[in-house]
């Protein structure tokens, strides 16, 4: 129960590593809140997960719903305890593609916009939302989802490689502003998780992608958050500004 009685906020908290970060934290004795942009999923899981999980449907890149969110949770429970800012999407595409000496297609720019806008800014929203309360309460965890693609990029990922190296600038900086006012902020880097999405990818781009990772095989999202849940508890009370990756050993384009 190394959660127990602390009030735990997780952004896109309906399915994969969210979902099962909120299970994992429910397991450890945490009141769990969770938003999501789809509500009837969204519902589904709170009410799986029973323990007085609640459920808000909340896009994280419009800052009024954010904090509407965040005010009504501390006004029924009085405090947040932990932040975990999950929700994030891919829109991939090369950047340029060229062939045969001419430009064929290229990254849009509402693409780019869009992953920015919720992996990057929707983390800044949250975070913001919740920090004046955490500065009151006397302390508080703020983990980022960040990705392997922060740290190595990845092929036809700009955007999404650039809002998870964002990801990691943004607790380093909140780590130094942030840490006199006890509010612990760390980034996790998860590789290639199997989440219910991954798995419907062909066999055989899932066994090239455990091939590539050291021991063998691909994360899954319990992995993930066994790591949030640690994070997240007293255990880790030393663990700050920290980007900690959950790959199986994977480096990027090796």
């Not at 922060?150 to 809002?163: C, D, H, K, L, M």
């Amino acid at each position: 129960m190394r959660l127990k009685n602390k009030i735990c906020l997780i952004t896109g908290g309906a399915a994969g590593i969210g979902k099962a970060t909120a299970d994992k934290f429910v397991s450890e004795g945490a009141t769990v809140v969770i938003c999501d942009v789809n509500e009837e999923v969204g519902q589904a899981v709170a009410e799986e997960l029973g323990n007085g999980t609640l459920f808000y449907k909340v896009n994280v890149t419009n800052r009024q719903e954010v904090q509407a969110w965040v005010d009504d949770v501390v006004n029924q429970f009085g405090h947040v305890d932990v932040l975990v800012n999950n929700a994030g999407i891919t829109r991939d595409g090369l950047f340029v593609k060229f062939k045969e000496g001419e430009l064929k297609n290229q990254m849009s720019e509402e693409a780019f916009d869009l992953v920015i806008d919720v992996n990057l800014k929707g983390v800044f929203n949250c975070a913001q939302a919740v920090t004046p309360q955490m500065i009151s309460q006397g302390g508080g965890v703020i983990l980022n989802a960040s990705s392997i693609v922060g740290i190595y990029g990845n092929f036809g990922q700009t955007n999404y490689a650039a809002t998870k190296f964002g990801v990691i600038g943004m607790t380093k900086t909140w780590s130094r502003e942030l840490g006199k006012f006890n509010i612990r902020v760390n980034a996790v880097c998860p590789g290639f998780i199997l989440t219910e999405m991954v798995k419907k990818m062909p066999q055989k781009i899932l066994d090239s992608l455990a091939a590539r990772t050291p021991l063998g095989r691909m994360g899954t999202p319990e992995d993930v958050a066994n790591l949030y849940c640690w994070l997240a508890s007293d255990e880790a009370s030393y663990i700050h500004g920290a980007a900690i990756s959950v790959d199986g050993g994977m480096v990027l384009g090796t």
